[in-house]
């Protein structure tokens, strides 16, 4: 594939498309987080208790630049009304982590985030784009405890934008010609050696917020930063 294609994944939820379960067992994911999986990809939003047949999907998919996926169930709010990823029109969220003070009543953290970083940005309607998302991510997590590594697709623009803190890690891989990108929770340096040696893998610093451009190739840029809370 010529284009530029960026692949990310998380962990948690359950049920299908419009509350449709999808059935599938032969999608990639791990052993220890066989539970359930999610996936967003163009305007496609699937939700599954099972692991997700992609197959129907594959043109789709082939004809996104951008694939992220979520794969276990929510560690809060085991219900539909807390199934990542958590969209809007203009965004959709994965987070792997646990930021327990967002988690407040029968809301899930990540329901908590999502809905935190929608009502702070919408406090700034006139102002730049890419600020205006950083200060709402800021208002939102700055001196914040817990543990997050958070991935929001800005769906207006198709920017992607990347924060975690020291808590939690992410595996960064990509191609030599910078045209694709892949994250993963584990460790996958054997493994894409196997499959393909263009791959380099690489580190993104902690409390940096990062946006993550495709244009001819897949830029990323810190575009802003977050306060650790104490």
């Known amino acids: 594939v010529s284009q530029s294609r960026y692949q990310g994944q998380a962990s948690s939820d359950h049920y299908g498309r419009e509350g449709r379960e999808v059935r599938g067992a032969h999608s990639v994911s ?110 939102v997590l700055d001196e914040c405890l817990g543990s997050y590594s958070v991935f929001l697709l800005d769906r207006t623009t198709n920017d992607l934008y990347y924060f975690k803190n020291y808590s939690t890690s992410m595996h960064f891989y990509r191609s030599t010609d910078k045209k694709f990108l892949f994250a993963c929770t584990q460790d996958y340096s054997d493994l894409m050696s196997m499959v393909d040696k263009n791959y380099r893998s690489f580190a993104l610093e902690d409390m940096k917020i990062y946006r993550i451009r495709i244009e001819d190739t897949i830029a990323i840029h810190i575009v802003g930063s977050i306060v650790t809370g104490k």
């Open 30 to 139: 791990f052993d220890a987080n066989n539970d359930g999986e999610e996936a967003h990809f163009g305007n496609e939003i699937l939700r599954s208790k099972h692991k997700i047949n992609y197959l129907p999907y594959t043109r789709a998919i082939m004809e996104s630049s951008i694939l992220m996926t979520h794969q276990r169930l929510a560690t809060h709010g085991l219900t539909t009304d807390y199934i990542h990823p958590f969209a809007n029109e203009e965004f959709s969220l994965i987070h792997n982590g646990v930021i327990s003070s967002l988690a407040q009543g029968v809301h899930s953290d990540t329901y908590g985030l999502f809905h935190g970083f929608i009502r702070e940005f919408s406090r700034n309607p006139d102002m730049e784009r890419t600020s205006r998302i950083v200060l709402a991510i800021k208002a």
